[in-house]
């Protein structure tokens, strides 16, 4: 690649489409209150409180926001307060959905695309059995209406029905969580629900969702929760202990220890992925030697059958062959638990 008036060659494992800038923030939109709710002085739970505004106060945005929260006006005064507690006014409803429109459902783990090519920018990545809106379709591609905004997606990629073992109205605690008053970590928390918790689904607000759980009703922010219920994992397929043996016999000086069958993941709980991790993996040998794993696993991910990667908080998909940012690409939920997803492993999934 060229930089500046130099030309060399990089990892592309460090490299990322360069975004567009976004669009501010859509000024002068109606809502109202859902609760009785402080206006506060600044972004945050712990600001001093302006006023009280009652439930079904009309306010309208700045524009300006900070997370979940949003700066409004409310009369005369302007603060901000927590959009969990906000809803749309009656005019400002959403438009009635168009008669193209089709409830889908996204088949495994797939890419969101900027442009319907698989060459394009991909935007996220959706995990299997979330619920998508087709907006409208053109030849085999489908532009979706997805929980994380909008894009395209390959047609053959969505379900016409929801999967058998999804469900829309219980949500599993995919790690252990914080069960919290509000939409937010400012919010005093109810106390840690296990793992494999089955609760049950309320609604979803600014990325939490309000759910009942033995510690009473409260939010979990959603990449700890799955709508899939907790399955025993399987020990690991034949197939994936040939592509462990593969790698060890090519790297295994770089690797300290390989992880396989778990429960929370998909791929880890169906004896389908492994991790790899790498040695002294802060350091600069630790980063080089997994960078050569992954551009191996990458070179040969045909003869190997390996459908993704994750390393240093990069993911490679086979079905575009890119790399992208991975805590944005759907699956947060590890980097939540561990932050050791960030650097000291590789994660490979077969088909």
Do not use: C
């Not at 524009?63 to 409004?72: A, H, I, L, P, R």
């Not at 696993?297 to 908080?313: A, C």
């Not at 079905?319 to 000291?344: C, N, V």
């Amino acid at each position: 690649m060229k930089a500046g008036t130099r030309t060399g060659w990089v990892s592309s494992v460090y490299l990322a489409t360069t975004n567009a800038p976004e669009p501010a923030p859509r000024k002068g939109t109606g809502h109202q209150t859902t609760e009785n709710l402080n206006l506060r002085k600044d972004p945050g739970a712990h600001f001093a409180s302006l006023a009280v505004l009652a439930k079904g106060t009309a306010v309208t945005r700045t524009g300006k926001t900070s997370g979940v929260w949003w700066e409004v006006k409310a009369g005369s005064r302007t603060g901000w307060v927590s959009s969990v507690y906000l809803e749309a006014a009656a005019s400002e409803a959403p438009a009635p959905r168009q008669e193209n429109d089709a409830s889908r459902w996204v088949d495994g783990t797939q890419p969101i695309y900027a442009k319907a090519s698989l060459s394009s920018k991909r935007l996220a990545v959706q995990t299997g059995g979330t619920k998508v809106h087709v907006i409208k379709n053109s030849g085999k591609w489908a532009y979706v209406q997805t929980p994380t905004g909008t894009g395209w997606i390959p047609s053959s990629s969505l379900a016409t029905s929801e999967p058998g073992n999804n469900s829309t109205s219980n949500r599993w605690t995919a790690h252990a969580a914080n069960v919290r008053t509000g939409a937010s970590t400012s919010f005093s928390t109810l106390g840690v629900i296990p793992a494999n918790q089955k609760l049950t689904y309320l609604k979803s607000s600014a990325g939490w969702s309000q759910v009942k759980t033995p510690k009473g009703t409260g939010w979990i922010k959603n990449p700890l929760l799955t709508s899939v219920e907790y399955r025993e994992p399987k020990p690991l397929q034949p197939t994936t202990r040939s592509m462990i043996g593969d790698v060890q016999e090519h790297f295994g000086a770089g690797i300290s220890s390989v992880g396989g069958s778990r429960a929370g993941s998909i791929g880890h709980s169906s004896g389908l992925a492994a991790d790899f991790m790498i040695k002294d993996y802060a350091s600069d040998a630790g980063i080089e030697a997994g960078d050569r794993i992954a551009q191996y696993l990458v070179e040969n991910h045909k003869r190997l059958g390996i459908s993704y990667l994750i390393w240093r908080d990069k993911l490679w998909l086979a079905q575009d062959g890119q790399w992208g940012k991975y805590s944005t690409g759907g699956w947060g939920k590890h980097l939540e638990s561990s932050r050791g997803w960030q650097a000291p492993r590789i994660l490979a999934r077969r088909e």
